[in-house]
């Protein structure tokens, strides 16, 4: 067991590192910095507007189901033909589609909050 834990992190460590000196010798051993890096197309932005990018781009996804969800189960209700339980199941998918949303847009408001709080604005 411990032979495992010991292989599992040389194979891990030596990911991390082999990359790095590969590229220091390609580089002929300038070594590297912001300017190298940004030649092979990554972002030049800080930490947190890489953060602030993903969980937008999340949001967006969220948006897109939740619409995707209130058109299938408004399409689950035209189609229950009177059916009681049908429409029971179709008002359930909307109730938790709308919950969905709900908690999707609070986690927006609390991180929009919690950096306001953290940035020092007066501004809430």
């Known amino acids: ?4 834990k010991i292989f599992a992190f040389l194979v891990v460590a030596t990911s ?6 590969v590229w220091a010798a390609e580089k002929g051993g300038e070594g590297w910095s912001i ?10 932005g800080t930490v947190f507007s890489i953060i602030e990018n993903v969980l937008l781009w999340l949001l967006a ?13 408004g ?6 033909a009177g059916d009681d339980k049908k429409m029971e199941t ?9 919950i969905g949303i709900i908690v999707g847009l609070s986690g ?5 909050a ?3 709080a953290l940035g020092g604005s007066g501004i809430f």
């Open 1 to 4: 067991m411990k032979t495992k």
């Open 16 to 21: 991390l590192v082999f990359p790095g000196l």
């Open 35 to 44: 300017d190298s890096v940004s030649e092979y197309g990554l972002p030049k």
């Open 61 to 73: 996804i969220l948006g897109i189901v939740g619409v995707i969800g209130f058109v299938i189960s």
């Open 75 to 80: 399409i689950m209700y035209l189609t229950a």
């Open 90 to 98: 179709a008002k359930n998918a909307m109730k938790y589609s709308i």
């Open 108 to 112: 927006l408001v609390a991180i929009q």
């Open 114 to 116: 919690v950096n306001t």
